[in-house]
């Protein structure tokens, strides 16, 4: 189990996310990481940060990627808006972290009974900013299926247009989709 120090960088993606697929097993065990240390990473993290992973995620509250991922200050940067869409402000954010932070992961997360998802599928008239929203869901919701399918899909969606864009693809980030399962802990890699 290696353990992500906050001054150190970690530039190999694929360990990054063996340490979230580790954290989650830890999560969903009760076995989580002694985060005493808050102080002594506050003090390193001062000069700069060197998160290894960064994670697009929905806004919802039951959505803690530090808790499910059980990680410490310091270890993801974390995107968060309803629906997890890569919109240009969250792309922009994304860009900063893999270009100028080193970030060598980028995780889209989406969870069950996201309510951005559902007000898509449900479809009826919507305030222009939740429209915003919506709008970007929509393509997932063309293909098809229930609200939980539809999540899926979602991610999937904005996995690919993570993986379009041209800092990503020049800094050679691995980006990957995975569901919250908000009963049960459980995270899916898609």
Not at 74 to 81: A, H
Not at 123 to 128: A, Q, S, Y
């Amino acid at each position: 189990m290696k353990i992500h120090q906050p001054a150190e960088l970690i530039e190999d993606a694929n360990v990054g996310l063996q340490m979230l697929k580790e954290g989650n097993e830890r999560y969903l065990k009760g076995a989580l990481i002694d985060k005493g240390s808050y102080k002594a990473d506050r003090d390193v993290l001062a000069t700069g940060q060197k998160p290894f992973a960064v994670v697009l995620t929905c806004a919802d509250s039951r959505v803690a990627p530090e808790i499910f991922f059980d990680q410490k200050l310091g270890d993801i940067f974390i995107i968060r808006n309803a629906g997890n869409i890569a919109d240009t402000t969250a792309l922009g954010s994304l860009e900063y972290a893999v270009e100028h932070l080193k970030s060598k992961l980028v995780v889209v997360c989406g969870h069950s009974k996201c309510g951005a998802v559902t007000a898509a599928c449900s479809g009826g008239e919507l305030p222009p900013n939740i429209k915003h929203i919506t709008d970007h869901i929509q393509p997932a919701v063309k293909k098809g299926g229930d609200v939980e399918q539809v999540i899926q899909q979602n991610v999937l969606e904005m996995v690919e247009k993570v993986k379009a864009d041209d800092i990503v693809k020049h800094t050679g980030a691995k980006v990957v989709g995975a569901c919250y399962d908000i009963h049960t802990g459980v995270v899916k890699w898609l």
